[in-house]
């Protein structure tokens, strides 16, 4: 035999807390932020920051991009040789000091037409 089914009361809704943001003003002038004329910073992706590592004449190990990018050691390498190497046409260079990590250059610019 099966259980006869209970009529379970439901707890009434907890209303929600309202919150209002309001817009930041410029002290200056009165006018929210996005509609003052002032130029907003380009923000660099991470794929820049590898070339410009990798452009600077000491070069950079997988271990520098790893801890200036927050990728894995994998998706570094990939980056390097993928996204680099074969997508924008920089010639990537290695060199393994005596006893030291693995350094990777740029030799040369990418293809005007990037």
């Not at 923000?43 to 590592?53: F, G, N």
Request: hydrophobic residues 30%; glycine residues 6%; aromatic residues 2%.
């Amino acid at each position: 035999m099966s259980k006869p089914k209970t009529n379970k009361t439901k707890k009434p809704p907890v209303p929600k807390a309202k919150t209002t943001l309001k817009k930041a003003k410029c002290v200056e002038d009165g006018k929210p932020p996005e509609e003052q004329n002032v130029p907003k910073p380009a923000k660099e992706s991470k794929l820049d920051l590898v070339v410009k590592m990798l452009r600077r004449p000491e070069g950079a190990t997988v271990d520098d991009l790893v801890v200036a990018t927050g990728w894995q050691k994998h998706t570094v390498r990939a980056c390097i040789s993928h996204a680099l190497a074969k997508k924008r046409g920089y010639q990537i260079v290695s060199d393994k000091p005596q006893g030291g990590k693995r350094v990777y250059k740029i030799a040369e610019a990418a293809p005007s037409d990037h």
